[in-house]
T-cell receptor, first 114, second 113 residues
Framework: EAQVTQNPRYLITVTGKKLTVTCSQN?????MSWYRQDPGLGLRQIYY???????DKGDVPEGYKVSRKEKRNFPLILESPSPNQTSLYFC?????????????FGPGTRLTVL | KQEVTQIPAALSVPEGENLVLNCSFT??????LQWFRQDPGKGLTSLLL?????REQTSGRLNASLDKSSGRSTLYIAASQPGDSATYLC????????????FGGGTRLMVKP
């Protein structure tokens, strides 16, 4: 089944403890990105990647890191999480930059930072 | 900066009604517009994608229109069903920001049996 998967789905952690949220797609998509969703603020892009080893900042990159060493994986790294990073996180992918390609989203990761 | 607004924020209708969800955006320079559905606690499911050169797209009971010059899109749902209850999000892809989508705040739809 073609899909975007994220792990973990739920995570409760404490301030300053490094964590990684994994994202993987099995559709051979070039483009991947991370969004966070917050009440009243909607979905905002954190980072995106056009292809392997190519990443760039989105609207709200502060406090996050990403890497794209393989085409299928795009992990989101929080080196020192803070309570304001409590949010619902989504990974997305699309085949390419073409305007004809819709974006597919993962199931979400709900992160709570205490 | 592109801003996307969805009105109404919430909508409750009886089963069987036809309904229209609205989406407006401030900058008409877009590549495409995508409508999504989000169920509580779940991810986003893509419903329809409209290219900037297109006027509408249809999928089953759903029809999405796009008027780029006026910065508007509508999602028409025919013969609504309780299973249509969800939050509907529209997102535009500006033509100068890679693949980044700018989302509206969503319309929370409740279809009552």
């Amino acid at each position: 089944e073609a899909q975007v998967t994220q792990n973990p789905r739920y995570l409760i952690t404490v301030t300053g403890k490094k964590l990684t949220v994994t994202c993987s797609q099995n559709m051979n998509h070039e483009y991947m990105s991370w969004y966070r969703q917050d009440p009243g603020l909607g979905l905002r892009q954190i980072y995106y990647s056009m292809n392997v080893e190519v990443t760039d900042k989105g609207d709200v990159p502060e406090g996050y890191k990403v890497s794209r060493k393989e085409k299928r994986n795009f992990p989101l790294i929080l080196e020192s999480p803070s309570p304001n990073q409590t949010s619902l996180y989504f990974c997305a992918s699309s085949f390419s930059q073409s305007s004809y390609n819709e974006q597919f989203f993962g199931p979400g990761t709900r992160l709570t930072v205490l | 900066k592109q801003e996307v607004t969805q009105i109404p924020a919430a909508l409750s209708v009886p089963e069987g009604e036809n309904l229209v969800l609205n989406c407006s955006f401030t900058d008409s320079a877009i590549y495409n517009l995508q409508w999504f559905r989000q169920d509580p606690g779940k991810g986003l499911t893509s419903l329809l994608l409209i290219q900037s050169s297109q006027r509408e797209q249809t999928s089953g009971r759903l029809n999405a229109s796009l008027d780029k010059s006026s910065g508007r899109s509508t999602l028409y749902i025919a013969a609504s069903q309780p299973g249509d209850s969800a939050t509907y999000l529209c997102a535009v892809r500006p033509d100068n920001a890679g693949n980044m989508l700018t989302f509206g705040g969503g319309t929370r739809l409740m279809v009552k049996p």
